[in-house]
């Protein structure tokens, strides 16, 4: 009877799913970040990584972190639809993480983006890079984008340039929402998006079992 129930209430991807081809983007820093697609595997590795952010009110970490979190968990036990993650490793380290939900071909939301290391513009990248899977490899028309801080309106909506969407209730507890068009998104791409592929091999089994470090937002508050 529970299986049979489990077979109504659980979702996973009902429309094609194409991987996203690993790239190597090289911060100002002269760091070199992997980003990579997550499987559902690992979710229980990036949710200990989320898991000491709960509790920082700092740039509302508090309320991001409480929702990556939740979607994750929801795609691991298949409650969440169409559902990608991103990560971002550098030596080895779990440096940040973004996801996305596909609504159907067509419409992607635009989910989260979670810098754990901060000041490099790892939060941008990564970004950056999950729009790429959703017009570039996915092909959907549009994305919708909200944001839940200042500093994230000011990285998403402002540097992207994103048009408002009047009316239209963001599903992360219907906030206003913005669009990125595809023609946006190609107008937009020479300066946002970068990367190289393919990845260096010893890059690429670097980022394969990445470690968690504490996030840097931790670090400044019990400076």
């Known amino acids: 009877m529970e299986e049979d129930i489990e077979s109504i209430l659980g979702v996973d991807w009902d429309i ?65 639809r169409n559902e990608y993650c991103l990560i971002g490793v550098i030596d080895g380290k779990l440096v940040g993480l973004v996801n996305n939900r596909l609504v159907n071909k067509k419409t992607c939301i635009s989910l989260h983006t979670l810098a754990i290391r901060t000041g490099r513009k790892i939060g941008a990248h990564l970004f950056a890079a999950k729009q790429e899977h959703a017009i570039e490899n996915l092909e959907v028309e549009e994305i919708l984008v909200t944001a839940e801080s200042p500093k994230g309106f000011n990285l998403l909506v402002i540097e992207w340039g994103l048009e408002f969407r009047p009316g239209v209730q963001h599903e992360l507890g219907g906030a206003n929402s913005w669009v990125l068009t595809r023609e946006a998104y190609y107008k937009k791409k020479p300066k946002l998006v970068f990367g190289e592929r393919p990845v260096p091999k010893e890059l690429y089994r670097q980022s394969l079992q990445p470690e968690i470090i504490v996030p840097d937002i931790l670090r400044r508050e019990s400076d």
Not at 40 to 47: A, D, R, S
Request: proline content about 9%.
């Open 16 to 80: 094609p799913r194409k991987p996203y081809p690993p790239k190597m983007v090289t911060l100002a820093t002269g760091e070199k970040m992997v980003i990579r697609e997550a499987s559902m595997e690992e979710v229980p590795l990036l949710l200990n990584a989320i898991r000491p952010l709960l509790a920082v009110r700092s740039d509302y970490y508090d309320v991001v972190s409480a929702r990556v979190y939740a979607e994750l968990l929801g795609w691991y036990r298949y409650r969440v």
